[in-house]
C-alpha cells in the first residue's frame, strides 16, 4: 500500500507541477495548438513518469575485505515442525478493501464512458445519413445536435447547412473531426477512470475541451469575420446534457468571443514552449533518477550462492498490517540479489524463482546438488510472545520487535562454517547502520544441507521502520548489496 501511495503523490505532484505552470505561462495565450499538446502530455507525464525508475549505482573504490570477526549466536529452546498446509480462513486486509474501493470507482467511470458512446450511436442509428467526403452528416432531431464524434457529423434537423451561420458551423465541426478532437476527449475519460483520484485530471479535461473550440473556432475563421462568428454564437441554442466525448458548437460563449476578439500575436512563444523541457526534465530527475555510492567487496574467488526466499504459493507466511504478504517480500529481495550478484563475483542459484509452494526438506536438497555453495534463506519476521512463529517453531522467549535476526541451525554439520557466513553478512549489516540480532534454533531449511548456510529475518512486519525498509526500492537495495557483500567476505575469507 505505501508503494501505491507514493505512486499517487508523484502523480499529484506532477500534474499540480505542470497545470501550475499552464496556468500561470499558456493559458489564454493565442498558442492553441501547443495548449493542446501540453495538457496532454501533462496527463502523460502524471500516468507514466511515477512508474519509472533509473537506478545508477556508481562503484565506489572496491572495499577491502574486512578481518573475519565472528560473533556469539545465542542458543534459544525450540524446533521447526515440518509446517501443514492447509486451507485457511482469509480476512479481506484494509489494503484490499481499498484496492476493491478504487476498482469499483474506476469500473464505474468506465462504463458510464461506454453508455455514453451507445448513447451517442443510438442517435446515429435513429438519423437520417448522408456520406459527405470524408465523414457522416446525421440529420437529427437531437437537442444536443449540432456536435461532431470521430467521423460523424450531427446536424440539428431544421438548421440550414446552406446559410452562413450554417456554412460557419460546419466548418467548425469539421475542423473537430480532422484534428481528432474526439480522441483527445475519449482518451482523457480514460485516463479520468484510470485516475480518478487526481482532481488536477479533471481540470485538464475541462480545459482540453475549451482549447478544442478555440482552434475549431481559429480554423473556421478563414476570413476573419469574427463578428459575425461572435453573433452567431450569442443566438439561441439548446441547453441539453451533453456527452462529455462529443464536441458541441454551442459551447464556453463568452471565453470563445473573447478569444476571437485576439488579435496580436503572443509574446515569446517560442520561450514559453522552450520552458517545458525543464519541467518535464525536474519531475523524472526528482522521482526517477537514483544515483547510488556503494563500496563493492567482490569475492576473490567464484562462490555460489543457492537463495532461498521463504514460503511460498498457499504458504504466504506472515502478513503485514496493510496485507502484504512475507512470501512477496522474501521473493522480491531474492530476485534483486539474483539481479545484482555478478558485480560481486556470486552466481545465484534460487530454490524459488516464483510464486511456488517447496516443502522444507525439498529446497536443502536444491543446494546439496551442487559440489561447493553457500545457502541463504530469506525471511521476515513478525512479533510473537511465546507460541509460534511463522516458521512453526515453539519458542518461550519474546522475539526481538524489528531489525534483522541472523539464525543458524543447531543441527547443521558445519557449525564453525554457519557462523563464519552469518558472522560475515551480519558485520556487513551492523556496519551500514542496520540493527542486528544473532540466534541459534533448530531449523529444518538451513539444518539439513551439507553446505554452510544461514536464515536472515530481514525486518518485522509489525514495525513501521523496517516495513518501509523492506518495501522501498532503495531499501532492497541496501539489504541485497549488504548480503552480498557479507558472501564475498565470507569467500575471501576462505
Known amino acids: 500500500m505505501e508503494q501505491t501511495i507514493n505512486l499517487i503523490l508523484k502523480s499529484l505532484a506532477i500534474s499540480g507541477l505542470m497545470m501550475g505552470y499552464y496556468w500561470l505561462v499558456l493559458r489564454g495565450r493565442k498558442m492553441h495548438a501547443f495548449n493542446r499538446f501540453y495538457l496532454l502530455l501533462t496527463v502523460l507525464a502524471a500516468t507514466v513518469v511515477p512508474f519509472l525508475r533509473f537506478d545508477?549505482?556508481?562503484?565506489?573504490?572496491?572495499?577491502?575485505?574486512?578481518?573475519l570477526k565472528l560473533l556469539q549466536f545465542v542458543v534459544t529452546d525450540g524446533e521447526e515442525p515440518m509446517p501443514v498446509v492447509k486451507a485457511a480462513t482469509y480476512a479481506w486486509t484494509l489494503g484490499e478493501w481499498l484496492s476493491i474501493g478504487y476498482g469499483t470507482v474506476s469500473l464505474s467511470l468506465l462504463v458510464w464512458l461506454l453508455y455514453s458512446v451507445g448513447s451517442i450511436y443510438r442517435v446515429r442509428r435513429a438519423g437520417l445519413k448522408a456520406r459527405r467526403d470524408g465523414y457522416n452528416l446525421v440529420i437529427t432531431s437531437d437537442g444536443r445536435a449540432p456536435f461532431s464524434f470521430f467521423r460523424n457529423i450531427f446536424w440539428k434537423d431544421g438548421l440550414d447547412e446552406h446559410s452562413e451561420a450554417g456554412q460557419l458551423i460546419l466548418k467548425h465541426e469539421l475542423v473537430h473531426m480532422r484534428q481528432w478532437h474526439t480522441l483527445d476527449k475519449v482518451a482523457m475519460q480514460v485516463a479520468i477512470a484510470l485516475c480518478w483520484f487526481n482532481p488536477v485530471f479533471w481540470l485538464i479535461n475541462k480545459e482540453l475541451a475549451l482549447v478544442h473550440e478555440f482552434l475549431a473556432d481559429e480554423e473556421a475563421i478563414t476570413d476573419n469575420d469574427t463578428s459575425a462568428f461572435a453573433t452567431m454564437l450569442l443566438e439561441p441554442y439548446y441547453k441539453s446534457a451533453l456527452p462529455v466525448m462529443i464536441n458541441p458548437f454551442y459551447s464556453s460563449i463568452k471565453l470563445?468571443?473573447?478569444m476571437l476578439s485576439i488579435t496580436n500575436k503572443t509574446s515569446y512563444r517560442n520561450l514559453r514552449r522552450a520552458m517545458i523541457v525543464p519541467l518535464m526534465i525536474v519531475p523524472v530527475l526528482l522521482f526517477s533518477f537514483r544515483v547510488h555510492t556503494v563500496p563493492v567487496t567482490t569475492a576473490k574467488k567464484h562462490i555460489t550462492l543457492v537463495l532461498d526466499a521463504g514460503h511460498g504459493g498457499v504458504d504466504q507466511g506472515a502478513v503485514a498490517p496493510d496485507g502484504t504478504l512475507e512470501k512477496d517480500m522474501n521473493l522480491r529481495v531474492c530476485k534483486r540479489i539474483a539481479a545484482l550478484a555478478g558485480e560481486y563475483n556470486v552466481t545465484v542459484i534460487q530454490t524459488r524463482p516464483d510464486d511456488k509452494y517447496i516443502n522444507l526438506v525439498d529446497r536443502p536438497a536444491i543446494a546439496d546438488k551442487l559440489e561447493k555453495a553457500v545457502?541463504?534463506?530469506?525471511?521476515?519476521?513478525?512479533?510473537?510472545?511465546?507460541?509460534?512463529?511463522?516458521?512453526?517453531?515453539t519458542v518461550n522467549e519474546s522475539i526481538a520487535k524489528d531489525g534483522v535476526k541472523l539464525l543458524i541451525s543447531r543441527h547443521s554439520s558445519d557449525q564453525a562454517e554457519c557462523q563464519k557466513l552469518a558472522s560475515a553478512i551480519g558485520n556487513t549489516m551492523s556496519a551500514d547502520g542496520l540493527k542486528t540480532s544473532y540466534r541459534q534454533k533448530g531449523l529444518?531449511?538451513?539444518?539439513r544441507t551439507k553446505h554452510p548456510s544461514v536464515l536472515i529475518e530481514l525486518g518485522?512486519?509489525?514495525?513501521?521502520?523496517?516495513?518501509?525498509?523492506?518495501?522501498?526500492?532503495?531499501g532492497i537495495d541496501k539489504l541485497s548489496r549488504d548480503i552480498l557483500s557479507g558472501v564475498a567476505t565470507y569467500a575471501n575469507a576462505n
Open 375 to 393: 545457502m541463504v534463506s530469506i525471511h521476515v519476521n513478525k512479533s510473537y510472545k511465546g507460541g509460534t512463529t511463522t516458521e512453526g517453531m
Open 444 to 447: 529444518i531449511v538451513t539444518g
Open 56 to 67: 545508477f549505482w556508481i562503484p565506489g573504490k572496491t572495499a577491502a575485505t574486512p578481518a
Open 460 to 474: 518485522n512486519v509489525d514495525n513501521p521502520r523496517d516495513m518501509a525498509l523492506i518495501n522501498s526500492e532503495a
Open 256 to 258: 470563445r468571443i473573447m
